[in-house]
């Protein structure tokens, strides 16, 4: 695996193994922090290890009643790894957009027009 890819899961301090088929210089095998269980075979390079972290079942402690209100919008649908968000922008009257939820130490949050929106 490439040094710099390799160092980037050092420093995550995700789980993970390398993959010996595919791409081994730049795919790892990434783990679920909770139960360990696979995620599947993911290209470091393109994939940001924020997402990613958790199987669906132990995503499921992070699903919330909807709809949530934030500054941003309001989150209709929560899958727990992703939200279904509705907001007014200035070309549309709403707009309804799937975000990906990002997960840190302080818990879930979504990017939207570059702000974190902890959910």
């Known amino acids: 695996m490439w040094e710099s890819e390799e160092q ?18 730049r795919c790892a095998e990434l783990f679920c922090e909770e139960c360990g269980a696979s995620l599947g075979i993911h290209d470091i390079v393109c994939t940001n290890l924020e997402t990613n972290m958790y199987c669906g079942k132990c995503v499921q402690k992070y699903i919330k009643q909807t709809p949530i209100s934030l500054p941003c919008g309001t989150i209709r649908k929560d899958f727990g790894d992703s939200v279904s968000l509705e907001y007014i922008d200035n070309y549309y009257d709403s707009i309804v957009v799937n975000k990906v939820c990002y997960f840190n130490r302080k818990g879930r949050y979504i990017k939207v027009k570059g702000k974190r929106y902890y959910v």
Do not use: C, V
């Open 8 to 25: 980037k899961l050092i420093k995550s301090g995700r789980k993970w193994k390398p993959s010996a088929d595919y791409m081994p210089y």
